[in-house]
């Protein structure tokens, strides 16, 4: 079956510190993967995309993912950590044109 | 108005209650999404409605009933919901077929509380 799994429930990190959120998928096809973002009480917002190509994608807010395909992973990641990057983050993969599933989310803490 | 947009943003309903979430995309999407979003449970997919006709229906209770006049709107119809349908309902919207991108653009969500 297709899923995504993200095995870091909550992490949390210092202002400036470097950040890796981990993401594994399951799914026969190359997949296309995403993640996303949401703040408290708002959507879900894009941070990045992966469909082909280079497997080291740049997305928004200093944001970057690479994909391994020899370990079904997806890990996000920043090189310094702001405040304002406290959130959840969701790791998804599209199975069809029109059916996305994601991750159990990893919910990110920052201390000043 | 821009993006997606969901009505009402909180809703406190009882069992016996009837009462309707509204979506709407002003991106010229052709597809849009229910998802539920418990605490501590990943995003679950609903609905999907890809040009007015509903692709998926992820063995949804029939307590809740979807409804897709046009590209544009998005509704979810709730009667005798349980307690345990409190969420936040999300509605989402994309460009399928030509154009595609993958990319889901979301509302803010309708918090329900069902008491």
């Known amino acids: 079956a297709q899923s995504v799994t993200q095995p870091d429930i909550h992490i949390t990190v210092s202002e400036g510190a470097s950040l890796e959120l981990r993401c594994n998928y399951s799914?026969?096809?190359?997949?296309?993967l995403f993640w996303y973002v949401q703040s408290p009480g708002q959507g879900l917002q894009l941070l990045l995309k992966?469909?082909?190509?280079?497997?080291l994608v740049q997305g928004i807010k200093g944001f970057e993912a690479e994909f391994k395909r020899s370990q079904s992973s997806f890990n996000l990641r920043k090189p310094s950590v702001h405040w304002s990057d406290a959130a959840e983050y969701f790791c998804a993969v599209e199975t069809s044109y029109d059916k996305v599933i994601f991750g159990p989310g990893t919910s990110l803490s920052v201390i000043p | 108005e821009t993006g997606v947009t969901q009505t009402p943003r909180h809703l406190v309903m009882g069992m016996t209650n009837k009462k309707s979430l509204k979506c709407e995309q002003h991106?010229?999407?052709?597809?849009m999404y229910w998802y539920k979003q418990s605490a501590k449970k990943p995003l679950e997919l609903m609905f999907v409605y890809n040009f007015k006709e509903q692709t998926e229906n992820n063995s949804v209770p029939s307590r809740f009933s979807p409804e897709c006049p046009n590209s544009s709107h998005l509704f979810l119809h709730l009667h005798t919901l349980q307690p345990e349908d409190s969420a936040l309902y999300l509605c989402?919207?994309?460009?399928?077929?030509?154009?595609?991108?993958?990319?889901?653009?979301f509302g803010e969500g309708s918090r329900l509380t069902v008491l």
């Open positions: 992966y469909f082909s190509g280079d497997t």
């Open positions: 799914y026969g096809a190359t997949p296309y």
């Open positions: 989402a919207s994309s460009q399928t077929g030509a154009g595609h991108t993958g990319e889901l653009f």
């Open positions: 991106l010229g999407h052709n597809a």
